[in-house]
């Protein structure tokens, strides 16, 4: 079978078997291809940084299909977080959570944090549901070199180290997702990315004070 796969619901299957299986697939999102292992599987994880040949210190950050999923991952929720969410989500805004104590090191890069996000990406968002849990969206490439926007550019940096490529189509590339965390009540901006953090800032500043979920 071709590693390279247009995405329809056998594709969806047979990406999410992979995954469940300890497995390794590219996928299409808002920014770049990501690279999704289960993020409850060590092995894959540890497989995850070989291929991309990361340092071990750096956490991955992971999707969701939506709120439903945060307290797989996250030790607590943030009221600020949620103000955000509300505005930002789906969009390339990554939230950088308490993570539970469960979470492997690898995930977390021994920060004891966890980075999350929910992509607007159709693809991205199908895989999710079709696997039926949280993936890991590190972007497509090798430490250091520029991620993939294309499943032929993934095929041509990974010549056999991927199971599976879905193939979205060109993604828009340009700036990765913007990564923040908390302190208290306030944000740190841990990477500017696609959503300027000034934007980020404007948002909490006009923020609802209660938020219903």
Same mark, same amino acid.
């Given at each position: 079978m071709s590693r390279i796969a247009a995405v329809n619901g056998a594709s969806l299957r047979r %990406? %999410?078997?992979?995954i469940r299986n300890g497995g390794l697939v590219a996928f299409p999102t808002e920014t770049y291809y990501g690279l999704a292992v289960d993020p409850w599987q060590s092995h894959a994880l540890e497989r995850l940084f070989q291929v991309k040949r990361r340092r071990?210190?750096?956490p991955i950050l992971v999707l969701v299909s939506g709120t439903d999923q945060l307290p797989l991952l996250a030790q607590e929720i943030p009221l600020i977080f949620k103000w955000l969410i509300e505005r930002f989500w789906p969009g @390339?805004?990554?939230l950088v959570f308490p993570a539970r104590p469960a979470l492997s090191p690898l995930l977390t890069g021994m920060t004891g944090t966890v980075g999350l996000r929910q992509s607007p990406d159709e693809t991205a968002h199908l895989?999710?549901?079709?696997?039926?849990g949280p993936i890991t969206a590190t972007s497509a490439n090798i430490s250091g070199s520029t991620a993939a926007v294309t499943a032929e550019d993934v095929a041509q940096m990974f010549v056999d180290e991927i199971d599976l490529i879905l193939d979205g189509g060109t993604t828009p590339g340009g700036k990765a997702s913007t990564l923040v965390g908390s302190e208290g009540t306030s944000l740190r901006c841990l990477r500017e990315g696609?959503? @300027?953090? %000034?934007d980020v800032q404007a948002c909490l500043a006009a923020a609802d004070p209660v938020v219903d979920w």
């Amino acid at each position: 079978m071709s590693r390279i796969a247009a995405v329809n619901g056998a594709s969806l299957r047979r %990406a %999410a078997d992979i995954i469940r299986n300890g497995g390794l697939v590219a996928f299409p999102t808002e920014t770049y291809y990501g690279l999704a292992v289960d993020p409850w599987q060590s092995h894959a994880l540890e497989r995850l940084f070989q291929v991309k040949r990361r340092r071990k210190e750096l956490p991955i950050l992971v999707l969701v299909s939506g709120t439903d999923q945060l307290p797989l991952l996250a030790q607590e929720i943030p009221l600020i977080f949620k103000w955000l969410i509300e505005r930002f989500w789906p969009g @390339p805004l990554t939230l950088v959570f308490p993570a539970r104590p469960a979470l492997s090191p690898l995930l977390t890069g021994m920060t004891g944090t966890v980075g999350l996000r929910q992509s607007p990406d159709e693809t991205a968002h199908l895989l999710i549901r079709t696997f039926g849990g949280p993936i890991t969206a590190t972007s497509a490439n090798i430490s250091g070199s520029t991620a993939a926007v294309t499943a032929e550019d993934v095929a041509q940096m990974f010549v056999d180290e991927i199971d599976l490529i879905l193939d979205g189509g060109t993604t828009p590339g340009g700036k990765a997702s913007t990564l923040v965390g908390s302190e208290g009540t306030s944000l740190r901006c841990l990477r500017e990315g696609a959503i @300027p953090f %000034a934007d980020v800032q404007a948002c909490l500043a006009a923020a609802d004070p209660v938020v219903d979920w």
